[in-house]
């Protein structure tokens, strides 16, 4: 099965191309054979009526009181014969047929009636016509008959040639109108492919709607997409307040029971708390899942982004003296939604102020298509099998860490097609690497 439309169209079209030239070869070969031998009738009956016209009774026998100017009709196999037959005599017979006697072979029917065929005198074939008449002064041997002839070859050789000046011109015709088809379904479909690309700067984020503008065959599918694109905002509109909703309907069961660890004895409560504050947690990256699957992608400047990260934490971290480096090539940017590359960096920046000494460094570069992120510091950093384990959800450095940090900024990157990792910074420490595709597939 063709599944390309416009190979489909392209085939359809050359098809009925095809099928339109075989009916017109068909019928100009019809009407250019009827014409020729219509012509040749009307030759050899002027021919049959002279010599007709030519019949003299001398009351004895018939003679032909007339010359002909056609040299053919004179020079042997010249072309062009004929012969007055008539009872008890000796045909009579023009020049060109030599010593042949038309009808020494046996007349059969020809392609083209009324003619006859029979051997010429050079033995090649000849068109026979014959004609009947009499004179009516002349006795009950008056009757005649004329025949008059001339070489097939003529017919077959003006045929042939036709054919194939038609055969040339027709495979040129098919030549063009194919190409034609193929151009055709081309432009055809072009207004699909300004719709696909429409579609894709959609999903980007750059338009949020179709131009109603394309032609008229178009206009329902464009109609149809935009609905459905209203449909998907009340969508993504009715996910977030149901979002908004499940939050705020566990606050306040979750600090009911937390309250309630109050009367129990301090492992029980201690516990209990770490169970509600496991529930709380896993609610929230569930919510930050979901936001995440119905999100419109967006285009975020990452060094500008970055930039406010860091402002929010330079004076959380003022009284410690760390020195906030950032170093973002200006107009990087990255298919993302906002609010998730904020909390996946904000993690990052958080959990490296948390444990740098006197120094962090932001850093962002274009890498094979890919945009790389790196949050590191000097601070005492993680061996090898740290790190591994340190991606694990619920894994923290110490006690008083959630340990869903990193976990909530590697699951933002894989759901951008991305990934997270954990090495060793320039500066000593641990060194956090976010990876983003560049544009969204």
Not at 161 to 186: D, G, K, N, W
Not at 395 to 403: E, H, K, P
Request: with cysteine; net charge negative.
């Amino acid at each position: 099965m063709i599944r390309s439309l416009r190979f489909r169209l392209a085939i359809g079209a050359v098809i009925a191309v095809m099928l339109s030239l075989a009916t017109v070869w068909w019928s100009l070969s019809r009407l250019f054979t009827d014409y020729v031998r219509d012509r040749y009738v009307a030759e050899m009956t002027a021919l049959a009526d002279s010599v007709a016209a030519a019949a003299v009774w001398d009351k004895t026998r018939f003679t032909l009181n007339a010359a002909w100017s056609d040299t053919r009709l004179g020079a042997p196999a010249g072309g062009r014969y004929w012969q007055f037959e008539a009872g008890g005599q000796e045909p009579l017979r023009s020049r060109s047929l030599w010593d042949t006697r038309l009808g020494d072979e046996p007349l059969t029917a020809s392609d083209m009636p009324p003619f006859e065929t029979t051997a010429g005198p050079d033995g090649a074939p000849v068109l026979v016509l014959s004609r009947r008449s009499r004179l009516e002064d002349a006795p009950e041997a008056g009757e005649f008959t004329v025949r008059v002839a001339f070489a097939e070859r003529e017919i077959t050789t003006a045929l042939e040639a036709f054919h194939a000046r038609l055969r040339t011109m027709l495979l040129l015709t098919a030549a063009v109108l194919s190409a034609a088809a193929f151009i055709q379904a081309a432009l055809g479909l072009t207004p699909l492919d300004r719709l696909r690309g429409v579609v894709a700067r959609i999903r980007a984020g750059d338009v949020a709607r179709l131009d109603d503008e394309g032609p008229l065959e178009v206009r329902p599918l464009v109609r149809e997409i935009n609905l459905l694109l209203d449909e998907r905002e009340t969508a993504i509109e009715r996910a977030r307040q149901r979002a908004s909703d499940l939050a705020h309907g566990l606050k306040t069961p979750l600090t009911v029971l937390a309250q309630l660890t109050s009367r129990l004895d301090p492992d029980a409560a201690d516990l209990a708390l770490r169970q509600i504050d496991l529930v709380r947690q896993r609610a929230d990256r569930q919510l930050q899942a979901a936001r995440l699957g119905v999100e419109r992608m967006a285009t975020t400047d990452v060094g500008a982004l970055m930039g406010k990260l860091v402002q929010v934490l330079k004076p959380l971290t003022e009284d410690r003296g760390i020195d906030w480096r950032i170093d973002c090539p200006s107009g990087l940017s990255l298919e993302a939604d906002p609010a998730d590359l904020a909390e996946a960096i904000g993690n990052l920046l958080d959990n490296a102020a948390k444990w740098t000494s006197r120094r962090i460094e932001a850093k962002a570069r274009r890498e094979e298509g890919a945009v790389i992120l790196a949050i590191g510091d000097d601070g005492p950093g993680l061996t090898e099998a740290d790190r591994a384990a340190m991606l694990a959800r619920g894994a923290s450095a110490d006690a008083s860490g959630s340990g869903l940090g990193l976990a909530i900024s590697a699951d933002i990157a894989r759901a951008y097609g991305g990934d997270l990792t954990l090495g060793v910074s320039t500066l000593g420490g641990l060194e956090a690497r976010l990876s983003f595709p560049e544009r969204r597939g």
